[in-house]
């Protein structure tokens, strides 16, 4: 398997790369992609590993709803787009949201599978949320970059947050938080007043 390790001002590069290859090539990855520029983040997204190393992403959607994540892993083949697998919610949920990764999947392609296989290769979770009018442009911000690896560096059981800050290419980092300070902390990707029980 080829690896690719970034530096952290080429994460920012690549991943604008992969939306914008995916915009291009009209694989309809991302439901409103084009309209993100104007999107406003209404939520948050954490993740964490259990004490059977199961991966939970834990999201909080304010006044919106999410119907799956989208994993993404980079091709091995150079030109081509990123690999992506959907994992569906039972039904569209709003609030504090909490998916836990099946051990694996029989889709294809297998990127779940790959993710679990190999703990330093880089993936992105991103939440899709419901669409219920074509004038819905707000969004649950994205996990970008991160490895199995990273996670396992933390705490079974502490969630892990990777703030959103619009407009910028800050070094990536996971900070560390409680589920309660999750659910009730200041967020900057949230809309004043949002919180969840």
Not at 35 to 43: D, F, I, K, Y
Not at 102 to 127: C, K
Request: aromatic fraction near 6%; glycine fraction near 8%.
């Amino acid at each position: 398997m080829l690896k690719i390790k970034l530096k952290n001002w080429q994460r920012p590069v690549l991943l604008v790369s992969v939306l914008l290859g995916l915009t291009l090539s009209g694989c309809g990855f991302f439901d409103g992609l084009d309209q993100m520029a104007e999107a406003s983040p209404s939520g948050n997204i954490a993740v964490s590993l259990d004490q059977t190393g199961g991966v939970t992403v834990h999201m909080i959607a304010c006044d919106i709803q999410v119907e799956s994540v989208e994993l993404l892993i980079q091709s091995t083949t150079p030109g081509d787009p990123p690999l992506s697998e959907r994992i569906n919610l039972k039904h569209p949920q709003g609030g504090y949201v909490e998916l836990r990764l099946p051990a694996s999947t029989s889709n294809n392609p297998p990127v779940l599978n790959s993710i679990i296989a190999d703990p330093q290769l880089e993936f992105w979770v991103i939440p899709i949320t419901y669409k219920g009018g074509e004038d819905e442009h707000r969004f649950v911000p994205e996990l970008s970059g991160i490895t199995i690896a990273e996670v396992e560096n933390h705490p079974r059981g502490t969630l892990l947050v990777q703030n959103y800050v619009a407009g910028t290419h800050d070094p990536i980092t996971l900070d560390e938080v409680t589920l309660d300070a999750f659910k009730d902390g200041p967020a900057n990707s949230r809309p004043p007043g949002c919180t969840v029980e």
